[in-house]
């Protein structure tokens, strides 16, 4: 059982990979320290522990190896914490079905929010919309086949791929706010509507997801350093 000097997290609060960890510790009541990144200044901490990528989050367990990249730190936290509420299911055809998923969240979906940010113009941005929108409807069949009619991916409770889905609602309600339309609605992906609703309110979740004036600031810092247009 760790301590709460056994696991550090270096993070930002706006940065939906972070809470997606935070979801995890808090999921298997894992106490840990919080680190602050600036992502506009980045710490010698973040460049030497994660050399490669030099991106949040990063891990920090005793005295192991930095642990990068969200993905391998929930599944990491996955094993070293089996007993408590085991995220990933344990037979192995459905584990790959969920990192399938899991891959196109991040490679897939969740990029085109930042498409969508760096398109200009009118008739650009429709066609990222209409993107976002196609990628909905894929997540919510996905959604229909794993909660086999449960309240979520994971069943009677929330499993990897709330984890992995759910830490973008917040960026995703953003999204929708700024460029009019919506992601996941009451008529094209209703069980996503109201699984949005169920995420926000689970216990694990809800002091994690940032609210409006972090994602702001965030944003704010990408228009600064990677502005519309820009190659
Ligand atoms: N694939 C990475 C993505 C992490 C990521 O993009 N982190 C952002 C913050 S939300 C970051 O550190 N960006 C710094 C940069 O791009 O230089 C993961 O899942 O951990």
């Keep these: ?40 200044c980045k710490s010698e901490l973040l460049l030497t ?22 993905l391998i730190i929930i599944e990491y936290l996955d094993e070293i914490k089996p007993d408590v509420h085991r995220i990933l299911p344990s037979n192995p055809i459905e584990r790959a079905d969920n990192r ?3 891959n196109y969240i991040d490679n897939k979906f969740y990029p085109l929010y930042e498409e969508l940010r760096l398109t200009l113009g009118k008739e650009g941005k429709e066609l990222i ?32 791929l709330d984890v992995v889905l759910g830490c973008f609602l917040a960026w995703t309600k953003f ?3 700024h460029n009019e339309f919506k992601v996941f609605d009451d008529v094209r992906t209703p069980r996503l509507a109201e699984w949005t609703k169920r995420i926000w309110s689970h216990e694990a979740v809800k002091d ?6 972090p994602i702001v600031n965030f944003y704010m810092m990408l228009q600064k350093y990677k502005p519309p247009g820009a190659v």
């Excluded at 000097?5 to 995890?24: C, D, H, M, W």
């Excluded at 522990?49 to 969200?70: D, G, Q, R, T, Y």
């Excluded at 994690?208 to 004036?213: A, C, D, Q, R, S």
Aim: glycine residues 6%; negative net charge.
């Design 175 to 177: 999204v929708e706010k």
């Design 100 to 102: 399938f998923w899991a």
């Design 129 to 160: 919309k209409k993107q976002i929108i196609e990628g909905s409807v894929l997540l919510e069949e996905a959604f229909m086949k794993f909660s086999n009619e449960k309240a979520y991916f994971g069943g009677d409770d929330i499993g990897y």
């Design 49 to 70: 522990s994660n050399p490669v990528h030099k991106k949040i989050p990063v891990l920090f367990h005793a005295n192991k190896p930095p642990i990068c990249e969200s």
């Design 1 to 40: 059982m760790a301590t709460k000097s056994e696991i550090k997290l270096l993070g930002t609060p706006a940065s939906p990979y972070v809470n997606r960890v935070q979801f995890v510790l808090n999921l298997k009541s894992i106490e840990y320290e919080y680190i602050e990144e600036n992502l506009a």
């Design 208 to 213: 994690v997801i940032p609210g409006n004036e």
